[in-house]
């Protein structure tokens, strides 16, 4: 079966909407091996438009209908039951499935991990916060590993898992403050300090910092589970270690948070913390 091939217009606008949404991971895809770049790019793409469905929606069942059309249509692209149609990232989708089969419950793992954003309460403890990261995050690892050529037999597959959920945990504590302007909640219900109960009562800095303790904890289980990563596999498949990059942006970010006490409004959390010339090294070592 011959592999579609997507514009060169198509693929620039692929790459300038995951520039724009997701800066990390599109600097993590330059350091992949030029020939699969562009299916990097599109899978991370992906996740940045399935991840800003709960923001756009008025009401969650929206979000759970528009989640469930993406599904339908990566299923049916992946059983060859439907040709690509729509915006340039469907047909992107399409060559990286040509390109690289995988099992549908792979992709499954991701959606059903997703699906948790369109609860209105969708983690309940530190231990659901958990088994989201690695739902959604540590499944779009996996997938990122197998696009680069990786194994799912190797250690290394369940490496990016933990390493995802790591990028994901950073993705969320990051994203407190403008989660709570759009009303949504992402941390732990039970964990939260006394005087939140929503989203809405992280209103003033007082609220913001008051959510330190919790901050720090969910940072250290991040942390954590980067030690877990290298500690499985420190050296992934040469070809596969751009599915690991994003884990080290998101540690270095979790490890500030920690030193600062959990303090969301430290204006030094909002600096870059893509460092070209570290990531080269490590891509020069293998290593991440």
């Known amino acids: 079966m011959t592999t579609p091939v997507l514009s060169s217009s198509a693929l620039s606008s692929i790459a300038d909407d995951l520039r724009q949404r997701d800066p990390d991971r599109f600097f993590t895809s330059l350091l992949a091996p030029a020939e699969y770049r562009d299916d990097l790019m599109a899978l991370y793409a992906l996740d940045a438009e399935l991840r800003q469905i709960r923001a756009l929606v008025s009401e969650p069942m929206l979000g759970r209908i528009r989640l469930q059309w993406w599904y339908e249509r990566i299923a049916a692209l992946q059983t060859g039951e439907e040709q690509p149609s729509g915006p340039p990232l469907m047909y992107a989708m399409d060559a990286l499935i040509h390109r690289t089969p995988m099992p549908e419950n792979r992709f499954c793992d991701y959606f059903c991990g997703r699906s948790n954003d369109m609860e209105e309460a969708p983690i309940l403890d530190t231990s659901f916060f958990q088994q989201y990261t690695q739902g959604v995050g540590g499944s779009l690892a996996v997938l990122a590993y197998r696009v680069l050529g990786g194994d799912f037999d190797h250690p290394a597959a369940e490496a990016a898992r933990l390493s995802g959920a790591v990028w994901e945990t950073a993705y969320v504590l ?101 460092r070209p010339l570290v990531m080269l090294w490590r891509r020069l070592r293998g290593i991440y």
């Open 174 to 274: 990051r994203s407190v403050l403008t989660h709570s302007q759009k009303g949504i909640m992402m941390l732990p219900l039970v964990d939260l300090p006394e005087a939140i109960l929503s989203a809405s009562d992280i209103d003033s800095p007082e609220a913001v910092r008051s959510l330190g303790p919790l901050m720090i904890q969910l940072a250290q289980q991040g942390l954590d589970q980067a030690r877990q990563a290298r500690a499985l596999c420190q050296r992934p498949p040469g070809q596969t270690l751009a599915a690991f990059l994003p884990m080290v942006i998101a540690e270095a970010w979790l490890t500030r948070l920690v030193r600062n006490g959990g303090d969301l409004l430290d204006a030094r959390l909002t600096l870059p913390h893509r």
